[in-house]
């Protein structure tokens, strides 16, 4: 059972400044610069991170070039590579509470839901992938009888991951733990306002037996460590989660360098279908509720759509407002905090920016809508309601990454699954309903790569989270998730 004490022991504790890890040893950046690291919590500096460059790209990539050809990861038996992440999870298990709370600071995630999204996903994913090594086979074309067809899979080489603010550690773990399952070697470049946690996950990997150069993390400027991932010629794969724009300048640079392999996670604008005839309307309110405002909407399958069936719409608002109205938004370290922080200040302008056009677009603003606990220095908002929003309108089109949720009104599933599939996006969705077969015909027509019935959220590593459209390419989590970091390898044997 979490301790609010202990938690408190762990808030109160001095951070040192880190640096870069590259190749086995923590090391400070080429030029010397360094960034603040600004809590949301309070809006004070909690310590610093280096600031890397291109020169630090190209020490971390060549770090992890040496160690994929050296193979002592990457020809490895997989019964040991097996055995070192197994140690790596055990170690995030140790550390689980100081690794929530060094996050939290950092990104300003409630707590509660810090602590399992963050170390107990990245422990989970780690394992599931320790075991997932030896148990991925080959194949053995059906082939003429004087001929064997053999087909290989084999590591790409070097991946470069880039990860977002929202959960660094979860995101993080599905993409290096699969990576290193396959035998490559990984360079990780967070969020340059959520970096800390990764930084002491590369110092436990270290710990549990990963060679040098296998893991490394540059911290820095998006626009300068990323772009110089993605141009880089030594680079084999690149996965990142994060926006649209950004996702499309990594296309631009792999079609500039080696035609790397880019995976793109880009977010979306996920629909929440609920039909009158939904089993549980009081369960569907607030399961919708949550599914918006926990982590303050910064999650990327965020239910940030509700649709809601002409008949129940007026009733079902109410509700799904009084349940936003009574959320419990502050101090992400209590451990009675229901909603946290905004990351940065920056994104909590762009959320109240949302608001205003909004309104001046026509939407009904039934609860929210301002900052809040502004006298704490740190980074509020209330969590936000508009009705009466229609498919042109801002809200209903482009991604908050905020606690604001857009309702839409339809009279039938035809109507429901044309503004459902109003957007570019096409990430996760959920419909409520008690009717069996429409459930299977809008799983069906729904244009996304996750639709859940009567839930929304909670989805474990056997299945693939993937988007559709403008929502990337690629999957993170399940089996799927090895084919983005292996290659197809032919054996023609004549006999």
């Known amino acids: 059972m979490l301790d609010q004490s202990r938690i408190d022991a762990l808030r109160a504790a001095e951070l040192a400044p880190r640096s870069l890890f590259i190749d086995g040893a923590f090391r400070d950046a080429v030029h010397g610069k360094r960034r603040d690291v600004i809590s949301p ?41 097996k055995k070192v992440m197994h140690r790596i999870a055990d170690l995030i298990e140790r550390h689980a509470l100081e690794l929530a ?7 300003g995630t409630e707590i509660a839901m810090a602590l399992k999204a963050e170390p107990g996903s990245a422990a989970a994913t780690f394992r599931y992938y320790a075991e997932a090594i030896d148990k991925v086979y080959g194949e053995i074309a059906p082939t003429a009888p004087n001929v064997l067809g053999l087909v290989h899979r084999e590591p790409v080489g070097v991946v470069a991951a880039i990860v977002p603010w929202n959960f660094p550690m979860m995101i993080g773990a599905w993409k290096i733990a699969p990576a290193l399952a396959a035998g490559n070697s ?36 998006g626009s300068v460590c990323g772009e110089a991932l993605g141009l880089h010629m030594d680079v084999d794969v690149m996965a990142f989660t994060g926006s649209g724009a950004v996702g499309r300048r990594l296309l631009e640079y792999s079609a500039r360098s080696n035609l ?62 009084a349940i936003a109205t009574k959320m419990k938004v502050g101090d992400p370290l209590d451990l009675s905090t229901e909603a946290g922080a905004v990351t940065s200040e920056d994104q909590l ?14 939407g009904r603003l039934e609860t929210g809508g301002t900052r809040i606990l502004a006298e704490t220095g740190g980074f509020y908002m209330q969590p936000t309601v508009f009705s009466g929003i229609e498919p042109a309108m801002h809200l209903a089109q482009e991604e908050v990454f905020g606690p604001v949720l857009g309702v839409m009104k339809f009279g039938d599933e035809a109507e429901a699954v044309r503004l459902a599939n109003s957007t570019v996006f096409g990430l996760a969705s959920a419909v409520w309903t008690s009717n069996l077969s429409r459930a299977h015909r809008m799983v069906r027509a729904v244009r996304a790569g996750v639709v859940h019935v009567n839930t929304y959220g909670g989805s474990d590593l056997t299945v693939p989270l993937g988007g559709v459209g403008q929502s990337g390419n690629g999957h993170d989590k399940s089996l799927h998730a090895l084919d983005k970091f292996t290659e197809l390898k032919t054996a023609w044997i004549s006999l």
Do not use: M
């Open 41 to 81: 919590i309070d809006g004070r500096t909690l310590t610093s991170i280096a600031e890397g460059g291109a020169e630090d790209v190209d020490l971390a990539v060549a770090a992890a070039r040496r160690a994929f050809d050296a193979g002592k990861w990457s020809r490895a038996a997989p019964a040991e590579r």
């Open 260 to 321: 790397k392999r880019c995976y793109l996670e880009l977010g979306g604008k996920s629909p929440n279908i609920v039909f009158a005839d939904a089993p549980d309307l009081d369960q569907a309110a607030k399961v919708s509720a949550y599914g918006i405002f926990r982590n303050s909407g910064q999650v990327c399958v965020a239910g940030s759509r509700l649709l809601v069936e002409e008949t129940i719409h007026d009733e079902f608002v109410a509700r799904v407002a």
């Open 349 to 362: 302008s762009k959320n109240l920016e949302f608001v205003r056009r909004a309104k001046a677009e026509g």
């Open 101 to 107: 709370v060094l996050g939290v600071r950092d990104n």
């Open 186 to 221: 990984v360079v990780l470049k967070p969020a340059e306002v959520a970096s800390l946690s990764l930084l002491r996950l590369a110092e436990l990997c270290a710990e549990a037996g990963l060679p040098a150069g296998v893991l490394n993390v540059v911290t820095g400027k």
